[in-house]
């Protein structure tokens, strides 16, 4: 019987355990948790697309199944940050238009030259120091850093702090340490959220809290617009940067594909969508059914855990051939490494662009990128549902 979760035995493709769920029925399959619970695996691209578009699908921590101790902790003790990812409709639909607009194509486009600016800048620096480099801390957090900045308009000066606390929140193993960040970083967003309900101006932040304000549909306090606030500094900050770095470990243990892409730039935009597919940082996401669902022939119970395996889905021959492959020709539009749903990443247009102008950088200002340590001795955070590479050595 299948179980949650497994530690990959290589990194950068899902475990053996759950590509064999592509093979059943529907390509979802019941199992049972630690706590004698009964859930359920989704792995296919069709089921894991079906079930997070279904309004039936919770994703209310205080009804999800814990997936630690600390989890444990905070579901005994009600404490759940109110934030977007954690509201079920028609109360997650309110909050997200409340921010939705900043995150359109349109506004994606209108930051490329700030983002080709700084970006450009960074990997010049890196090219400034001379090989070999590590890619995750002078290129792959700078750049989450400054993207996220921007985003939220806090003030350059600030960067360099959110990085380091960033780092230390996703780093989840150092106790003390990561509370710490966790509770000083709180602290610096709930000053900056005084400030701009005091004093509005034209940014995400302000119009967030202007609107709430105003709002006759949905009732958040001060401290659930901190809780938002947190969520889409985190949010936009982890996966980035772990993305960042997978990206250039592409670039770097593939490099026809880096010359390819130098060669004929116009591929850009697929291959991002294809290094997303083929990685799909986000392996997992956890829901509860809040009704009986009847699915493929299964039934899934109310109160029944759901687990959404994003990255397994990727990897479906029936929907893209040769899976395991990085093919920067195939079109991949359809991945589901944003999710899928009411969910689905809010961000997904900003970090395209993101991706194209930063890895561009890359390939461009690095050629003869490779890698400057064994594969197979990368260090990754191989048990966070988010996964990267903690360090990455490079060398041209």
Same mark, same amino acid.
């Given at each position: 019987?299948?179980?949650?979760?497994?530690?990959?035995?290589?990194?950068?493709?899902?475990?053996?355990?759950?590509?064999?769920?592509?093979?059943?029925?529907?390509?979802?399959?019941?199992?049972? *948790?630690?706590?004698?619970?009964?859930?359920?695996?989704?792995?296919?691209?069709?089921?894991?697309?079906?079930?997070?578009?279904?309004?039936?699908?919770?994703?209310?921590?205080?009804?999800?199944?814990?997936?630690?101790?600390?989890?444990?902790?905070?579901?005994?003790?009600?404490?759940?940050?109110?934030?977007?990812?954690?509201?079920?409709?028609?109360?997650?639909?309110?909050?997200?238009?409340?921010?939705?607009?900043?995150?359109?194509?349109?506004?994606?486009?209108?930051?490329?030259?700030?983002?080709?600016?700084?970006?450009?800048?960074?990997?010049?620096?890196?090219?400034?120091?001379?090989?070999?480099?590590?890619?995750?801390?002078?290129?792959?957090?700078?750049?989450?850093?400054?993207?996220?900045?921007?985003?939220?308009?806090?003030?350059?000066?600030?960067?360099?702090?959110?990085?380091?606390?960033?780092?230390?929140?996703?780093? *989840?193993?150092?106790?003390?340490?990561?509370?710490?960040?966790?509770?000083?970083?709180?602290?610096?967003?709930?000053?900056?959220?005084?400030?701009?309900?005091?004093?509005?101006?034209?940014?995400?932040?302000?119009?967030?809290?202007?609107?709430?304000?105003?709002?006759?549909?949905?009732?958040?306090?001060?401290?659930?617009?901190?809780?938002?606030? *947190?969520?889409?500094?985190?949010?936009?900050?982890?996966?980035?940067?772990?993305?960042?770095?997978?990206?250039?470990?592409?670039?770097?243990?593939?490099?026809?594909?880096?010359?390819?892409?130098?060669?004929?730039?116009?591929?850009?935009?697929?291959?991002?969508?294809?290094?997303?597919?083929?990685?799909?940082?986000?392996?997992?996401?956890?829901?509860?059914?809040?009704?009986?669902?009847?699915?493929?022939?299964?039934?899934?119970?109310?109160?029944?855990?759901?687990?959404?395996?994003?990255?397994?889905?990727?990897?479906?021959?029936?929907?893209?051939?040769?899976?395991?492959?990085?093919?920067?020709?195939?079109?991949?539009?359809?991945?589901?490494?944003?999710?899928?749903?009411?969910?689905?990443?809010?961000?997904?247009?900003?970090?395209?662009?993101?991706?194209?102008?930063?890895? @561009?950088?890359?390939?461009? @200002?690095?050629?003869?990128?490779?890698?400057?340590?064994?594969?197979?001795?990368?260090?990754?955070?191989?048990?966070?549902?988010?996964?990267?590479?903690?360090?990455?050595?490079?060398?041209?």
């Amino acid at each position: 019987m299948p179980s949650f979760p497994v530690r990959r035995s290589v990194p950068d493709t899902p475990p053996a355990e759950h590509l064999e769920l592509l093979k059943e029925s529907g390509g979802v399959c019941p199992f049972t *948790m630690e706590d004698g619970r009964p859930a359920w695996l989704a792995a296919s691209h069709d089921a894991v697309r079906s079930l997070l578009a279904d309004r039936r699908i919770s994703n209310n921590p205080a009804k999800t199944p814990p997936f630690s101790q600390r989890e444990a902790l905070q579901k005994e003790r009600g404490q759940f940050s109110r934030h977007l990812f954690n509201m079920d409709s028609p109360e997650h639909d309110v909050a997200r238009r409340m921010i939705a607009e900043d995150f359109t194509p349109r506004h994606a486009e209108a930051v490329r030259p700030y983002f080709e600016e700084v970006f450009g800048e960074i990997v010049d620096e890196v090219v400034h120091k001379g090989p070999p480099a590590e890619m995750i801390e002078s290129f792959a957090f700078p750049v989450a850093t400054r993207t996220i900045c921007k985003v939220l308009d806090i003030p350059e000066d600030d960067c360099e702090y959110f990085q380091k606390r960033t780092e230390q929140i996703i780093e *989840m193993d150092r106790g003390e340490e990561n509370l710490e960040a966790v509770v000083e970083l709180r602290r610096y967003v709930d000053s900056v959220m005084q400030q701009r309900t005091r004093k509005p101006g034209d940014d995400l932040l302000s119009r967030m809290i202007v609107k709430a304000k105003a709002s006759k549909e949905i009732e958040l306090s001060d401290a659930d617009l901190v809780d938002n606030a *947190m969520f889409l500094l985190v949010a936009g900050h982890e996966p980035s940067a772990n993305m960042l770095g997978l990206g250039v470990l592409a670039l770097a243990e593939f490099p026809d594909v880096a010359e390819e892409l130098r060669a004929e730039p116009h591929l850009w935009p697929g291959a991002i969508d294809e290094m997303l597919r083929y990685y799909t940082i986000a392996r997992a996401t956890k829901r509860v059914a809040a009704a009986d669902i009847e699915y493929e022939g299964h039934t899934i119970k109310e109160g029944d855990a759901v687990i959404v395996l994003l990255d397994t889905s990727n990897r479906d021959p029936k929907v893209h051939a040769e899976p395991n492959r990085l093919d920067i020709h195939r079109s991949a539009g359809n991945h589901l490494a944003f999710s899928h749903g009411p969910h689905q990443c809010l961000g997904k247009h900003l970090v395209r662009v993101q991706l194209e102008i930063a890895l @561009r950088a890359v390939a461009e @200002r690095l050629p003869g990128l490779r890698l400057d340590i064994a594969k197979e001795d990368i260090p990754f955070r191989g048990d966070a549902l988010s996964y990267g590479p903690r360090q990455l050595r490079v060398t041209w």
